[in-house]
C-alpha cells in the first residue's frame, strides 16, 4: 500500500496533466483568433481597437501563465524531493485551481476582445431610391411629396411621380 498522501499526489498530477492538454488547446485557440483578427475592426474607433488588443494579448499572456501554472503540478521539478505530502497536494490543489481560474478568465478577455468586431459601422443609410415607371427611371432621393405621388429630388429640383405610374421602387447606395 502507498504511504499516506501518495494517492492523493498521484491524482492531482493526473487531473493536473489532463488540464494542461486543455489549456494548450486554449492557447492555440487564443493564438489562432490573433492571427485571424488581422484587419477586422479596422473602421472603428481607435480607442476600441486599443482595448481589444490589450484583452487579447492579455488573454494570450494570462493562458501562458495558467499553463504554466498548472504544468508545474502536473510534472512537478521537485518530485524527487521529500517533504510533507499532505502540504504539497495542498500546495498542488492550490496552483491547479488557480491555473483553472485563469484559463477561463484568459478565454473570457479574449471573447471580450473579439466583440469589438461587433461595433456598429459608420455608414450612413442613404434615402436613395430609384423609381421605375411605365416611361423610364428616376434616381434620387427619397422627399416629401404631395398626397398620391413620390417625390423624387433629382438633379437640384424634385420630381413629383403620381402613384398610378409607378411599377417599382427600390431603396440604392446612390445614383449614377
Known amino acids: 500500500m502507498a504511504p499516506h498522501g501518495e494517492v492523493p499526489l498521484a491524482a492531482l498530477q493526473s487531473s493536473a496533466r489532463g488540464w494542461h492538454g486543455i489549456q494548450l488547446a486554449v492557447l492555440g485557440f487564443i493564438g489562432l483568433c490573433g492571427v485571424l483578427q488581422g484587419n477586422a475592426g479596422k473602421d472603428n474607433p481607435e480607442w476600441v481597437r486599443d482595448i481589444a488588443a490589450v484583452l487579447v494579448l492579455g488573454s494570450l499572456v494570462l493562458a501562458c501563465l495558467a499553463?504554466?501554472?498548472v504544468g508545474t503540478v502536473a510534472w512537478p521539478v521537485d518530485e524527487a524531493g521529500g517533504g510533507d505530502q499532505?502540504?504539497?497536494v495542498v500546495?498542488?490543489?492550490r496552483r491547479l485551481r488557480g491555473g483553472i481560474g485563469l484559463t477561463f478568465v484568459a478565454v473570457a478577455a479574449l471573447a471580450a476582445g473579439a466583440t469589438s468586431g461587433w461595433w456598429p459601422g459608420q455608414e450612413t443609410p442613404s434615402s436613395a431610391v430609384e423609381v421605375a415607371t411605365r416611361t423610364g427611371v428616376v434616381c434620387g432621393d427619397l422627399v416629401q411629396a404631395s398626397p398620391g405621388s413620390v417625390g423624387v429630388h433629382v438633379g437640384g429640383r424634385t420630381v413629383a411621380l403620381p402613384l398610378g405610374q409607378v411599377t417599382s421602387l427600390r431603396s440604392v447606395r446612390g445614383c449614377d
Do not use: E, H
Open 91 to 93: 500546495k498542488g490543489a
Open 86 to 88: 499532505d502540504a504539497r
Open 67 to 69: 499553463v504554466a501554472m
